[in-house]
């Protein structure tokens, strides 16, 4: 067994296949995010899984090519699959809708590819759902994100997520008002998004800040009297157009300095807790990007929903998937019967139902079986007695109930 799966071809580490009944839920979810946005005035976009190198390093510098996956083509171009897609957003809306009104909505689902170290919740390829709105005021854009965000994870039955709100301006702002230069600031970046409070004192103190009110601010979090700790924020207005809207439970941390750094004011997290290492289902922000593409600067704000991660806290959240059923399952009573069987299921197709037929000449006992596992709701017996009256025999197959009816009938149903 061991050397026969030596010899098979595997899928590449870190992706995953999907059996039709994990399809089922994802499709389930994708409708659930989708009608979310739709029902938020946002219209869909899609642009294509690999772009040239250059858009993602422009704003991140070559270090991303580590993370990416990069090649050069056959014509000798540097190509990278998609890490995300907030960037080829704001390319096409550079190449197709600088001159559309103003503001754009846009959502989008698409796969995405990081050379990470794979683990659960972790993937090579996963999917993002997300959005972006460009060229709404400051505040009304972040609100309307922002209850997007939340209204997004909600609808999908998701339970305990918590929304953290902060603002990578006035961090910046703090680190530089307590003696680190703007340039100096990256490498402090990812200490503080991993809450490494030591390692970050250690690193200020090397660079004889004042690491004591640094550390102070940054760990504080809570409701919004954590607001007074990072002054000219913006964000008491965002709050209470977030309430407004209806959400109340948000948590401001001003640490939150997000992993990928075209951000330039209010960004939040949802992590769902009881995910663990990759609990982080939800993230995004306001950042600038437009003026690097080309186009005039624009206030821009999205987010994107890990997908992937969504499904495994429904998982682990014991959620109810909803099934897809079967309507009708068609069993030809024996080889008699079968062309006739092929017309009934051919009619009940045709106006619009779901129907399957047997194809391997079951016997009636294993081809009701066969239907259970399907999840056929009724199997319709064609037989050579009920064809002579001109009825069919209907099984609900939740009942076990049988009935007599005639073909307009199941159509009409
Ligand atoms: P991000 O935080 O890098 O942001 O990714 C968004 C979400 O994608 C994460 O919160 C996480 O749930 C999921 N995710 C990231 N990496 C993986 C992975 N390897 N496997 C599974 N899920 C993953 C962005 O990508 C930004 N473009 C979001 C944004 C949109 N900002 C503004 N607009």
Same mark, same amino acid.
């Given at each position: 067994?061991? !050397?026969?799966?030596?010899?098979? /071809?595997?899928?590449?580490?870190?992706?995953?296949?999907? /059996?039709?009944?994990?399809?089922?839920?994802?499709?389930?979810?994708?409708?659930?995010?989708?009608?979310?946005?739709?029902?938020?005035?946002?219209?869909?976009?899609?642009?294509?899984?690999?772009?040239?190198?250059?858009?993602?390093?422009?704003?991140?510098?070559?270090?991303?090519?580590?993370?990416?996956?990069?090649?050069? $083509?056959?014509?000798?171009?540097?190509?990278?699959?998609?890490?995300?897609?907030?960037?080829?957003?704001?390319?096409?809306?550079?190449?197709?809708?600088?001159?559309?009104?103003?503001?754009?909505?846009?959502?989008?689902?698409?796969?995405?590819?990081?050379?990470?170290?794979?683990?659960?919740?972790?993937?090579?390829?996963?999917?993002?759902?997300?959005?972006?709105?460009?060229?709404?005021?400051?505040?009304?854009?972040?609100?309307?994100?922002?209850?997007?965000?939340?209204?997004?994870?909600?609808?999908?039955?998701?339970?305990?997520?918590?929304?953290?709100?902060?603002?990578?301006?006035?961090?910046?702002?703090?680190?530089? $008002?307590?003696?680190?230069?703007?340039?100096?600031?990256?490498?402090? %970046?990812?200490?503080?998004?991993?809450?490494? *409070?030591?390692?970050?004192?250690?690193?200020?103190?090397?660079?004889?800040?004042?690491? +004591?009110?640094?550390?102070?601010?940054?760990?504080?979090?809570?409701?919004?009297?954590?607001?007074?700790?990072?002054?000219?924020?913006?964000?008491?207005?965002?709050?209470?157009?977030?309430?407004?809207?209806?959400?109340?439970? *948000?948590?401001?941390?001003?640490?939150?300095?997000?992993?990928?750094?075209?951000?330039?004011?209010?960004?939040?997290?949802?992590? /769902?807790?009881?995910? +663990?290492?990759?609990? !982080?289902?939800?993230?995004?922000?306001?950042?600038?990007?437009?003026?690097?593409?080309?186009?005039?600067?624009?206030?821009?704000?999205?987010?994107?929903?890990?997908?992937?991660?969504?499904?495994?806290?429904?998982?682990? !959240?014991?959620?109810?998937?909803?099934?897809?059923?079967? $309507?009708?399952?068609?069993?030809?009573?024996?080889?008699?019967?079968?062309?006739?069987?092929?017309?009934?299921?051919?009619?009940?197709?045709?106006?619009?139902?779901?129907?399957?037929?047997?194809?391997?000449?079951?016997?009636?006992?294993?081809?009701?079986? *066969?239907?259970?596992?399907?999840?056929?709701?009724?199997?319709?017996?064609?037989?050579?007695?009920?064809?002579?009256?001109?009825?069919?025999?209907?099984?609900? %197959?939740?009942? +076990?109930?049988?009935?007599?009816?005639?073909?307009?009938?199941?159509?009409?149903?």
């Amino acid at each position: 067994m061991a !050397q026969q799966q030596k010899n098979t /071809v595997q899928k590449p580490r870190g992706t995953r296949d999907f /059996v039709p009944r994990e399809m089922e839920k994802r499709r389930w979810l994708e409708g659930v995010i989708r009608g979310t946005m739709e029902r938020f005035g946002f219209r869909e976009a899609a642009t294509p899984a690999f772009e040239h190198t250059e858009l993602f390093t422009m704003r991140s510098g070559p270090g991303i090519i580590n993370d990416m996956y990069a090649f050069k $083509d056959k014509g000798g171009r540097d190509i990278s699959l998609r890490p995300e897609l907030t960037a080829p957003i704001i390319r096409l809306y550079v190449e197709e809708l600088v001159s559309a009104p103003k503001p754009l909505k846009l959502f989008y689902f698409g796969n995405c590819f990081r050379y990470e170290n794979p683990q659960k919740g972790r993937y090579r390829e996963f999917w993002q759902f997300g959005c972006e709105i460009l060229g709404a005021k400051k505040v009304s854009g972040e609100v309307e994100l922002l209850t997007l965000a939340h209204e997004a994870l909600r609808a999908s039955g998701l339970k305990k997520f918590v929304m953290r709100i902060g603002h990578v301006g006035v961090l910046r702002r703090l680190l530089e $008002d307590n003696g680190i230069a703007k340039e100096k600031q990256s490498p402090l %970046m990812p200490l503080i998004d991993k809450k490494n *409070y030591d390692g970050l004192k250690q690193a200020l103190e090397e660079m004889k800040a004042d690491a +004591g009110t640094i550390v102070e601010v940054l760990s504080s979090s809570g409701g919004r009297e954590v607001l007074k700790k990072v002054p000219n924020s913006g964000l008491d207005e965002v709050l209470d157009g977030l309430e407004d809207c209806g959400v109340m439970d *948000y948590i401001i941390e001003p640490s939150i300095a997000r992993g990928l750094d075209y951000y330039t004011g209010m960004v939040f997290e949802v992590d /769902v807790p009881d995910l +663990g290492a990759e609990k !982080q289902v939800c993230g995004g922000g306001s950042y600038s990007l437009a003026e690097l593409f080309g186009a005039e600067n624009i206030e821009s704000t999205g987010f994107a929903i890990g997908f992937d991660r969504v499904l495994v806290a429904l998982e682990a !959240q014991n959620a109810d998937f909803p099934t897809r059923a079967l $309507d009708y399952y068609i069993i030809p009573m024996g080889p008699g019967q079968r062309r006739e069987a092929l017309k009934v299921l051919t009619a009940i197709r045709n106006a619009g139902r779901s129907a399957d037929i047997d194809l391997s000449d079951r016997n009636f006992s294993k081809a009701l079986k *066969y239907a259970s596992g399907l999840n056929a709701r009724e199997t319709v017996l064609v037989g050579e007695e009920e064809l002579k009256k001109g009825v069919l025999t209907v099984k609900d %197959m939740a009942t +076990g109930k049988q009935r007599e009816a005639r073909l307009d009938e199941l159509i009409r149903k």
